[in-house]
């Protein structure tokens, strides 16, 4: 399933490699293989006159700062991620933040997709527009057209693709073209792919974020979040994340160093459990659409397909329009498919979403009154997850 084009040349290493080979510095901790958890706040200096003297290339003066344990995970991320630097924040959302932060001044106008992930939408439209930060949401099919949107004072585009509910697609290429054109930046919400399966800085995006909370820490027990900025935009992000007083905790930094290391092979599992998964629902009469950019006949296909290394995860389904008790009896006594946000991690979840806003999604695809259940494929085995769904069906279709 690996689709390596554009990633490999002669002399480039590849992001499988990377994986398991980048932060680590053997030799200077005792021959361990990983590099240590440094649980730090003061950094001591020999004397007055290093302090006085410290080049501002001092490596670690405070633990806010850096440690070799985060400095481990921000140069292996801002390597896969092909940026200047990374920073690290306590969680995805505070990632999202940090990067609005960062490239907006009160007054600004910017264009924020409407799929984007929620709570980012909450900052946006509470935090942001209380600074007079006019704020405007854009289809996400829009392409290169939203550049009739753009104004002189359109400071920044938000893209998330794919939306992480919806799932479409964004055509971040020309989005950023569009977006350059008049002096915009462009920032992105990578979660879904992670930087081996979407490369953002590639694709014309300027900031990339992680919520490294996903698949990076991969195993639903950490808090975590990731900014890579271009070397443009690297002192501005540099000088936010330290007025915001933002950093990780290192015990959290090792989880997700931890759980880089395995990142690709969980990637390619996660795709091919999903792809099967995805394959058998779009064939199930219960199920009206299969919203998964990997199905050749999803809406958004062609663009992952040019733009993407590979599939995660996470998609959603419609299902015919139907109650809540026939949702419960399908969802509330699955073997495998546990009831739950977040995802990215080793488990299988399942989880409704019916806000006004996916109603709305549903109506305007010809699906009116259809019920959208957002699915995270696991690792368990994909036979025993389609048997999970398949008498998950049956309940439903019992009860409805
Ligand atoms: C979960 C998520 C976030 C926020 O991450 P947290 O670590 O939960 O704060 C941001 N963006 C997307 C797309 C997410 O799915």
Redesign the pocket.
Known sequence: MARDKKTKSKTKISDASLATTLGRDAKAFIGAVNPPVYHASTILFDSYETLKTLPDSAPYTYGRFATPTSQALTDSIACLEGGAGSFLTP??????VLALIAVVRPNDHILVTDSV?G??RQFCDSYLAQMGVVVDYYDPAIGAALSEQITDKTAAVFV?SP??ITMDIQDIPAISAAAHARGAVVLM?N??ATPLFFKPLQQGVDIS?Q????YIVGHSDA???TVTATAELYDKLKQHHRLFGLCAAPDDIYLALRGLRTLPVRLQQHMANALHVAQWLSEQPAVCEVLYPALPEAAGHALWQRDFLGASG?FSILLEPCSDEAIAAMIDTMRFFKIG????GYESLIVPFDTPRIAKFCEQRGQAGARLLRLHIGLEDAQELQQDLQEGLERLTATN
Do not use: F
């Not at 969680?91 to 999202?96: T, W």
């Not at 919520?211 to 996903?214: D, E, S, V």
């Open positions: 969680s995805g959302l505070s990632a999202c992930y709570p980012t998330e939306g992480s919400d979660t879904w974020i919520a490294a909370t996903k808090m975590l979040g996470l946000y977040s995802w990215g």
